[in-house]
C-alpha cells in the first residue's frame, strides 16, 4: 500500500492544520494507521493512532485534547485535525500502515509509509 500526506503547512501559535493520509494500490480499511513526527535533531515519535475501523485511537500525552485522529474507509484516507497548535509541534509529520488491526504506539510495528508533511508552527 502506497500512502500519501498532505496538509502540512506553516501557521501561527494557536491555529488549526488538518493532515490528510490517502492510500492507493490497496484498501486502508483493514490497517491500522498512525501518525508520526519528527522533529530535525529528533527521533520519530508517536503522535496518534486508529485502529482498522476507528473503533480505538490512542494519544501521545503531549497531543491529547487538542488533537483528533479520524478515518474513513470509504474514501480510503485517515485525518489528524490539530487544533491549539504549538511551536513544540513543529516536525514533518508522517502516516503510516500497520497490518495488525489494532493501534499501536510503537513504529516498528509500522509496515509502510508516507513521504511526510511539513509542519511549522510559529509563535
Known amino acids: 500500500v502506497q500512502l500519501q500526506a498532505s496538509g502540512g503547512g506553516l501557521v501561527q501559535a494557536g491555529d488549526s492544520l488538518r493532515l490528510s493520509c490517502a492510500a492507493s494500490?490497496?484498501?486502508?480499511?483493514?490497517?491500522?494507521v498512525g501518525w508520526f513526527r519528527q522533529a530535525p535533531g529528533k527521533e520519530r515519535e508517536f503522535v496518534a493512532a486508529i485502529s482498522w475501523n476507528g473503533g480505538s485511537t490512542v494519544y501521545a500525552d503531549s497531543v491529547k485534547g487538542r488533537f483528533t485522529i479520524s478515518r474513513d474507509n470509504a474514501k480510503n484516507t485517515v485525518s489528524l485535525q490539530m487544533n491549539s497548535l504549538k511551536p513544540e509541534d513543529t516536525a514533518v509529520y508522517y502516516c503510516?500502515?500497520?497490518?495488525?488491526?489494532?493501534?499501536?504506539?510503537?513504529?516498528?510495528?509500522?509496515?509502510?509509509w508516507g513521504q511526510g508533511t511539513q509542519v511549522t508552527v510559529s509563535s
Open positions: 494500490g490497496r484498501t486502508l480499511s483493514t490497517y491500522a
Open positions: 503510516a500502515a500497520s497490518r495488525g488491526a489494532s493501534s499501536s504506539t510503537n513504529k516498528l510495528n509500522y509496515n509502510y
